[in-house]
């Protein structure tokens, strides 16, 4: 395990691929992996990107990419799907339109579907993109399709949110889903060939002054992925971003933030295990028919159970 740790951490991503996986099956190894890595992260920028199905975001990224190279950065990709039930890249790798990029040394690319949860799939994309960060990665992109709680999962994830509208899409900001407009830490109008990008930017406008004053105004950049137009001034936004975060107390907000979720989702974790196995380990046909019958009562049961793990009842 550790041989494999030290290859992922020279950049080799056979194994960068393999401690991913591990992490996603959830193997026992796992949390000693993502403490090992720890100290090696924090570098990265991670960004995730949403928006409605179609909008163009792997389109977008794959010219993100080529700029993103040009500086040299490392990059990695999490293409996250939640309606797809398959994993590790073959399957949903054919729907990216990122193959150009798929074989390079520099660049990571992997898919996720979900296993279980939508719950475990932003905690396996979270992990992954721990692990991209601690191996060298400069920029990691979280590509997500916005079909509702997968995209305000990326917010806890991600550095800067960048979301995706098209015009005529269906996408105007009336119409839009309460919460989603106020992850955006960058609008992008993609499709800007098209009839409409100028009164979906002043919509969004519109939409952006009746907030009030933030100390970030979500700059508003409109591009024509398909042609990699528009790509410099969203490079330019990314950048400007992240500075903002670096000096900015909103920045000193999201990190605190981050790393207290990250403790109790670790706690939440490992305290469902144990609750799962005492619960197995109490529940007999016995028991099923005294509650069945009403000769006990569920908060009775629990409370032993919990007496059990903690030394404390309900
Ligand atoms: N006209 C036009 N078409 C575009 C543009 N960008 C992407 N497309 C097309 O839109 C379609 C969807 O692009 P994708 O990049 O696969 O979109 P996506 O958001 O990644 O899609 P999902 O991952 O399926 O949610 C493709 O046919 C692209 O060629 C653009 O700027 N203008
Ligand atoms: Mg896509």
Redesign the pocket.
Known sequence: MDHLVEKALEGDHRAIARLISLVENESPFASQIMANLYAHTGKAHIIGVT??????????LDKLIDNLKRMEKKIGVIAV?PTSPFSGGAILGD?L?MQSHALEPDVFIRSMGTRGSLGGLSRAAYEAAMILDACGKDVIFI?T?GVGQSEVDIVKIADTVCL?LVPGMGDDVQVMKAGIMEIADIFVI?????DGADRLEAEVNIMLDLYGSKAWRPPIVK?????GEGIDALCKALADHKKYLSESEEGKKRFISRIKMEVEEILRREIAKVVEEKWKENCDDNLIRSLASRSIDPYTVAGKILGEIFSRGL
């Open positions: 928006g409605s199905p179609g909008a163009g975001k792997s389109t977008l799907d729907r339109r590509e399709v995706l993609n499709k800007a060939d098209r591009t024509v992925a398909e042609r």
